[in-house]
T-cell receptor, first 113, second 116 residues
């Protein structure tokens, strides 16, 4: 069975600081991995995805994530946080075409001025 | 504009009163899903559909029904809502672009349901 664990339900950083949101997954087959962002009172927007091509994936808004098979991790990073990055972030895994996404619990990112 | 739409966006109802949340996508996607989002639990899949007339249970199907009579629509039905179904619901779709399957799911704006 697949599962996703996001370490830290709340992360707070200062504006301009590095953002690091952690995600570990469990899967018996090669996974497809995603990061979604949810702004207040909105739906989920895809930030980036890993689908077995390059292990370092670049997404929108300056975010990137690296797939590390040996560590079963897919951590999300951004070199310099902006106030507009404050939102909830979800890591998700899928192992089949059209199948369900299995989500982590979510990490709420706060950005301090 | 490619999008997934849901209606209503907000709904307050009473225990036992049947309701339907509609979902429609304009991307000709084969796959559609319903999720519920609860604090601390992330999103959990309720039902999904691989194509017209093909549906299957997700992780938390109890108390819900779905149907897929048309490719673009995937309504969620609560025959007898209960307070534990108070949640934020998302519809999502995914499919192919040309011959390539796009694994990411596109989400609707959400429906906030309160059952009293």
């Amino acid at each position: 069975a697949q599962s996703v664990t996001q370490l830290g339900s709340h992360v707070s950083v200062s504006e301009g600081a590095l953002v690091l949101l952690r995600c570990n997954y469990s899967s018996s087959v090669p996974p497809y991995l995603f990061w979604y962002v949810q702004y207040p009172n909105q739906g989920l927007q895809l930030l980036l995805k890993y689908t077995s091509a390059a292990t370092l994936v670049k997404g929108i808004n300056g975010f990137e994530a690296e797939f590390k098979k040996s560590e079963t991790s897919f951590h999300l990073t951004k070199p310099s946080a902006h106030m507009s990055d404050a939102a909830e972030y979800f890591c998700a895994v899928s192992v089949s075409q059209g199948g369900k996404l299995i989500f982590g619990q979510g990490t709420e990112l706060s950005v301090k001025p | 504009e490619a999008q997934v739409t849901q209606n209503p966006r907000y709904l307050i109802t009473v225990t036992g009163k049947k309701l339907t949340v509609t979902c429609s996508q304009n991307m000709n996607h084969e796959y559609m899903s319903w999720y519920r989002q609860d604090p601390g639990l992330g999103l959990r899949q309720i039902y999904y559909s691989m194509n017209v007339e093909v549906t299957d249970k997700g992780d938390v199907p109890e108390g819900y029904k779905v149907s897929r009579k048309e490719k673009r629509n995937f309504p969620l039905i609560l025959e007898s809502p209960s307070p534990n179904q108070t949640s934020l619901y998302f519809c999502a779709s995914s499919g192919t672009s040309g011959r390539i399957y796009e694994y990411e799911q596109y989400f609707g704006p959400g429906t906030r349901l309160t059952v009293t």
